[in-house]
């Protein structure tokens, strides 16, 4: 018999705590909204639905940069024994950072299997560890202050199309609190060859697939009532130094940025 591992609501909540320190691309289990009042009953039983707050969660909207005199440059490097890195600042206040040659990825088209994650994760093995070898990372937050220039950089935004693939779940009828993750079950067990939601002391599953599961389980996305998009839990942030000639960038990390047009 094939041992099985289970991961619980213990674990899957707990980890939202975990994925703010954790860089890594899946973190925990995002879930949003504030607390309802009480309307009746024991919490999530025997009450009357809640409306909604008006203030849930939105998609990220475009990306608020001030690159000052930087505005239209292009920036190649390294980190330090490590990958090649680019950063771009546009012109129009846009731009992208990239680890790698940047390439194009294609669009997720189910949103019942994982995307741009491995075959078979698990909580130990996240889907993606660190910012994706080629992916194009809007910058966000830019800011320059005499020789300092600081921007930061979503790890999820990879899957925000995936995100929207999926449907808004509500976790409780008397919470608003919406996931991609079915609120109706406690947590979910692996073997070699298989993944499945359950609850405890029930012996009905319902088989997943692995990277689905692993996706929605460590809260690659939130949601809110109308929609789902990437979360913007975590993340990289870079606060660089210029030389006196702002022809190069660098941190205490490793990277170093020079200017290149």
Known sequence: MS???????GLRFGMAAVGAILFAGC?????VGEEAPES???????????DCAEDEPQPPGPPVNDFANLA?????????GGDDVTLVLGA?????????????????TDPDTGYLCLADPTPELPCAADLMEGFAYSVQGASVDARRVQFSVNNKEPWNDWCALQTPLRQSPSRCEFSTFPGEYEGYGTTHD???LENV???????????????????????????????????????????????????S?????????
């Open 40 to 50: 009746g009953g024991d919490g999530d039983e025997g009450g009357e639905p809640v």
């Open 72 to 80: 239209g440059t292009v920036w190649e490097g390294y980190f330090e």
């Open 201 to 251: 002391d029930d012996p009905n599953t319902e088989e997943r697939d692995c990277a689905w599961l692993h996706l929605a389980f460590t809260g690659v996305c939130e949601c809110n009532s109308q929609e789902c998009f990437s979360s913007q839990l975590g993340g990289n942030s870079f606060d660089l130094t210029a030389n006196e000639e702002f022809t190069e960038l660098s941190n």
């Open 194 to 196: 298989r993944c499945f």
């Open 27 to 31: 973190v925990g289990q995002a879930i």
């Open 92 to 108: 129009d206040g846009s731009g992208t950072y990239y680890v790698g040659e940047r390439r194009d990825f294609d669009p997720p």
């Open 3 to 9: 041992p099985v591992i289970r991961w619980g609501i």
């Open 253 to 261: 990390a490793g990277l170093r940025l020079f200017l290149v047009e």
